[in-house]
């Protein structure tokens, strides 16, 4: 509503006879239109990169759909089955009408997700598929006839975990729970158990890595911080080269070091420390693991630590001292507390790091030393089980968004500083 | 110069578009392997100059990306035999007109001549390649290892042993060491009591088992003496006996034996091109011709005459058939992997296998 001053007749005009607030609503939209222009590519970025992936991989995670786009009729035929007498021809005709009509990329694709409820669902519609065209009916004698296991009712009861379209399924076996056929959550079986294990060693080696790393780093970042230029750049450089040299490279130099036979632990028995028969293992098991992901993720601690006590006044030590402290306490009460934001920004960049690794554990982790990224990479690129692998990333995600709120509220996000 | 430049321009751009549509991208696992395919098959092409090889880790991870996408740029996949047959279930690889691929010498039709059953029309034959033991030359002062229970027996054969981190091959060895026939394995493994002796038997290499993921890696493992035994792929311990002389010596007996095949992606941008270079990948002279750089052995029976005419096969001169892994007189100890039980039961014994190298 206009709120004109009395004394004007109708609204206040512009020269060109536009009434000013819609001019002003004019020229306001096309500044925000251009403001949206200027952002549209990093708003397009974000979308196709994260957005739109992130989407993708927590869809996939729950997705149930193609199965039951495939096999319409065989789950309303399974609802009408008591599920303790043989299966009826019913229901051997539903299947056969949904094989029947189904495409035969769909039926490989949805056989393939049957295996996950009960393993041997695969070659048993693969066998029974290649026959449909020449069935009759009674269809439970020709399905019996194409594979006898159509009695066996573990399939047919299997059916009842993936009648819904959405299944939690995915993210029980990423925590070795399992469904059973009543949808009742159940443990997996104990000798199948791998994935809280994983998760745990996860967690454990992020976290020990990120303390290691600190550690390290604390006093370096010091030293770069606080010695003369000259020394300081060399340092660096220090520091620097080994971020810049491959990953691969890296790695492979610390399976040289720290093998069986390799310079560490001869060395060691050359020296007379070791005898030749108890050689350390320090590759291929959870310590080359820590041992080669420490080295790798340190610039990404000692990078923010020195960029914060670059800024710290040396002179704020010196007056602490001043005023009677001692060197330690000095440093422990003035100087210290200075450094949590460049801490904070290197933990948190160390830890998100870390917890998805898997190029080094894959190459010197052996079997102890192997992490959930792995087990991702391989669901992904192996066994193809991508439902399991976006439950797997999605958990991975919301664990890493857990500690970011835990370190906003312990010391909070807008003091972190990445340099 | 305006105008020149142009011109080059547009030229340049045509050459390259058009280079880049008469090119066909054949993906394969690279090293010596991806080296004997160039050599067997894009050097004796009719033209090399359109075939161009790309390395991957295998899996069908990226196939199923590009297919879904609909972005596919590859067009050939080497793959494994499960992936032959997955790709073809859910449709990521094209059905061939089998009709076009070359018979033997003989007139058999090319599928009659595949040394297995063809599982699908979108598979073309390429090699066999197996799992065996091996040891180094040495390592054991009085009795060798012959057997592939001795692989698991340390007391007798004491050292580490060098194995990989998925169960495929070691499943069915392990059955093998326990004393079950050839013929039966798959009928023991799809029992759960088949399943638990077979790890039962893992069980007693378990404390001393170093594990490998990448080819290379076992023989490493053995050279330096690491472990004193390892399982390894068959072309890898040929490729270092035959060209480098290693001092390496395999143990015959319990090997695991795998398909290689070709397959075409799904809405391959040079379909015909691709089609084309598969017909002469295939041919009987073409698999024969991959024997004299590579120990792996040809898919097609027709093939093994030629090389048995042609010994000494390899390119340096040296006998080849020895060192074949689907040579006649290792068959009977031999198992052929098969791929629709790994389909059916992979994952859940994958699961455990991984829970048990982690215990």
Known sequence: MSTAPATVDGPLLTADGVPLKESLQISLRRSKMRALL??????????????????????????????????????????????????????????????????????????????????????????????????????KEA???????????????????????????????????????????????????????????????????TIACLLLAYPVSYLLATLPMRIANLLMICVLMPFWTSLLVRIVAWMIMLQQNG????????????????????????????????????????????????????????????????????????????????????????????????????????????????????????????????????????????????????????????? | MKVL??????????????????????????????????????????????????NYNGGLGEVRTQVESGNVTWDIVDVLPHEGRVGCDEGLFEELDRSRFAPAPDGTPMDDDIMVELPNDCVVPQIFWSYVPFYKAGTFKDAQPTTIADFFNVKKFPGKRGIHTWPNALIEMALLADGVAVKDVYKVMSTPEGIDRAFMMLDKI?????????????????????????????????????????????????????EEWLGMMKGAPNKEAAMDFLIHASTTQSQAEQAKYINYGPMRASAFEIIKKGEPWFHNGKNIMEHMPNRPEVMPRSVVASPEWWADYGDSVGERYTAWMGQ
């Open chain 1, 38 to 139: 200027l952002v549209l590519p990093p708003l397009l970025f974000l979308i196709f990169l994260f957005v739109i992936p992130i989407g993708n991989m927590l869809t996939r995670s729950v997705d149930d759909n193609l199965i039951n786009d495939v096999l319409p009729n065989t789950f309303a035929a399974f609802e009408t089955w008591d599920k303790k007498s043989e299966p009826t021809e019913a229901m051997f005709e539903a299947f056969y009408k949904d094989l029947r009509d189904a495409d035969r990329t769909d039926i490989g694709k949805a056989s393939v997700r049957m295996n996950y409820a009960n393993p041997g669902w695969r070659s048993l519609i693969k066998r029974t598929a290649r026959k449909i065209d020449k069935m009759e009916p009674p269809y």
């Open chain 2, 206 to 258: 378990k404390d001393h088992a170093v594990f490998w993921s990448s080819g290379a890696k076992p023989l490493e493992l053995v050279q330096s003496g690491e472990v004193s035994m390892a399982l390894a792929y068959n072309g890898r311990i040929g490729a270092a006996i035959l060209s480098e002389d290693a001092p390496f010596v395999t143990v015959w007996d319990g090997q695991v034996l795998e």
């Open chain 1, 143 to 209: 399905f019996l006839k194409a594979d006898d296991r159509w009695l066996d009712q573990d399939f047919w009861r299997s059916l009842g975990i993936m009648k819904d379209r959405v299944t939690f399924g995915y993210y029980l076996n990423a925590v070795d729970l399992d469904y059973d056929y009543d949808k009742n959550i159940i443990q997996q079986d104990e000798e199948r158990k791998v994935y809280n294990l994983l998760w745990w060693r996860t967690i454990k080696v992020s976290i020990i890595v």
């Open chain 2, 5 to 54: 430049l142009k011109h080059t321009l547009l030229a340049s751009v045509v050459a390259v578009t058009t280079a880049a549509q008469a090119e066909v991208n054949i993906v394969s696992w690279g090293g010596a392997y991806t080296a004997s395919q160039q050599k067997a098959y894009q050097d004796t092409y009719k033209d090399p100059g359109s075939i161009n090889f790309i």
């Open chain 1, 263 to 419: 310079v560490v632990n001869d060395t060691l028995v050359a020296a007379g420390v070791l005898s030749d028969e108890n050689r350390l293992s320090m590759m291929y098991n959870f310590n080359g693991t820590i041992i080669v992901m420490t080295q790798i993720l340190l610039p990404f601690m000692i990078l923010p630590i020195y960029s914060v006590m670059k800024t710290i006044p040396p002179s704020y030590m010196k007056a602490a001292q001043n005023l009677g402290a001692t060197p330690t306490l000095a440093f422990i009460r003035v100087y210290m507390p200075q450094t949590i934001p460049g801490i904070g920004a290197g933990c948190i960049l160390v830890f998100i790091v870390a917890i998805g690794y898997y190029i080094t554990p894959e190459l010197v982790g052996g079997k102890d030393g192997r992490l959930i990224g792995n087990m991702v990479a391989y669901h992904m690129q192996r066994s193809l089980n991508w439902g399991l692998a976006a439950a797997m990333g999605t958990i991975l995600l919301c664990v890493i968004l857990v500690f970011y709120w835990v370190y906003d509220k312990i010391i909070g996000i807008d003091n972190m500083k990445m340099g």
